[in-house]
C-alpha cells in the first residue's frame, strides 16, 4: 500500500514538472486554408502572443495545409498526438459541414476544444448600385417572383449557404443559389451586378463601403463594426449565422494541459494589444473556452446535418 501510494505521488510529480516544463520544443497550429485569409491571419495573430504566454524560448509556428476545403488540415489535427504540440484552427460550421457530405476522419467530438477568438456574422448584401434598398425590398421580390433573385455564395455546405436557406424559410422567398469558388470571387459577383445579393460575412464585406450595401445582419445584435445596419432579427426574422474561428487540439489530452492552454489563449485574449490588433483587422472578437466552444460546435454541427437532411447540397 505505502509503495502504491508513493508511486501515484511520483506520477503526480512528474505530470506536474512536465506541465511546468511544457512546452519543451515548438507548438504547431495548423490552418487548412491557404496563407493570407481570415483564418490564417487570426491564427497568426494569436500565435504571435500565445508565445509570450506560455513563457520564455516558446515558440508557436503556423503551419498552413489547404485543401479540400479545410478537411486535410482538420484531420491532421484530429489524427495527431494530444500532447499539446498539435494544434489547429477550427471554422464553424464549415468543419462539421464537411462531414456530412463526404467521408470524414474526424466529427465533432473529435477534438479538444480550447478557445473560440472570432464570430463574423453572415450578411444580407446588394451591390452599391442595386435598387434593392432594403431586405424587404429583396424579400418582396423574391417572394413575387420565385427563384429569380439569386444569391451569390463563397461555396455550398457552408455559412454562407446556410445562411441562405435559413433566410428562405424564415421569410417564405424563392431563392436561386449560385456558388462560387471562394468568398472573393463571390464578392465579385455581388459588385458587378452578375447576382442580386450574396450572404457574405460582414468582415468580407467592410473594405468595401462603397462597392457594397449591407442590407442586414444575421446576429444577435448589431454589429459595432456596421452600428447603423439592422439585424434580420430586428426586421422580423429570426435568422442568426456566422463563420466562428477558434483554436482547438485533438480529444484525449490531459485535462490540465488542457487548462493550461485556456488559460493562456484567455491571457492573449485579454491583451489589450491582441485586442487593437484585431480590431484593426476587422475580426469581430467572440471570445468562448473549453465547454461554451464545444456546445457551440455540437449546435452548428445539427444546423448543418439538419440542412444536409433536407436539402442536401451534393
Not at 90 to 112: G, I, K, Q
Request: cysteine-free.
Amino acid at each position: 500500500m505505502k509503495k502504491t501510494l508513493t508511486a501515484l505521488i511520483a506520477l503526480g510529480l512528474s505530470a506536474t514538472v512536465a506541465l511546468a516544463d511544457y512546452p519543451e520544443k515548438p507548438v504547431e497550429v495548423i490552418v487548412g486554408y491557404s496563407a493570407g485569409g481570415g483564418t490564417d491571419i487570426m491564427a497568426r495573430t494569436v500565435a504571435q502572443f500565445l508565445e509570450q504566454e506560455l513563457g520564455d524560448g516558446a515558440s508557436v509556428v503556423v503551419k498552413n495545409m489547404p485543401g479540400a476545403g479545410g478537411q486535410i488540415g482538420f484531420t491532421e489535427v484530429a489524427t495527431a498526438a494530444p500532447d499539446g504540440y498539435t494544434l489547429g484552427t477550427f471554422n464553424l460550421p464549415a468543419a462539421l459541414a464537411l462531414t456530412h457530405d463526404r467521408e470524414a476522419d474526424y466529427d465533432v467530438n473529435s477534438y479538444t476544444y480550447l478557445a473560440n477568438f472570432v464570430e463574423d456574422p453572415n450578411t444580407i448584401t446588394v451591390a452599391a448600385s442595386s435598387p434593392f434598398q432594403t431586405l424587404g425590398d429583396l424579400l418582396e421580390a423574391a417572394q413575387a417572383d420565385p427563384g429569380a433573385i439569386t444569391v451569390g455564395l463563397s461555396s455550398l455546405g457552408g455559412n454562407d449557404h446556410f445562411s441562405a436557406n435559413m433566410m428562405q424559410a424564415a421569410s417564405g422567398a424563392e431563392f436561386t443559389l449560385v456558388p462560387f469558388k471562394g468568398a472573393s470571387n463571390a464578392r465579385t459577383a455581388i459588385m458587378g451586378g452578375h447576382v442580386a445579393a450574396g450572404t457574405m460575412t460582414l468582415g468580407q464585406t467592410t473594405s468595401f463601403p462603397d462597392e457594397l450595401r449591407v442590407l442586414a445582419v444575421l446576429a444577435d445584435e448589431r454589429s459595432p463594426f456596421r452600428p447603423d445596419v439592422p439585424t434580420a432579427k430586428e426586421l422580423g426574422f429570426d435568422v442568426q449565422m456566422s463563420s466562428l474561428r477558434g483554436i482547438v487540439a485533438p480529444a484525449g489530452m490531459d485535462p490540465a494541459l488542457a487548462d493550461q492552454l485556456r488559460a493562456a489563449l484567455s491571457a492573449v485574449n485579454e491583451n489589450p494589444e491582441f485586442q487593437a490588433m484585431m480590431a484593426e483587422q476587422g475580426n469581430p472578437i467572440a471570445f468562448m473556452l473549453g465547454e461554451d466552444f464545444a456546445a457551440t460546435a455540437a449546435k452548428q454541427d445539427g444546423v448543418a446535418a439538419n440542412i444536409w437532411e433536407e436539402t442536401p447540397w451534393k
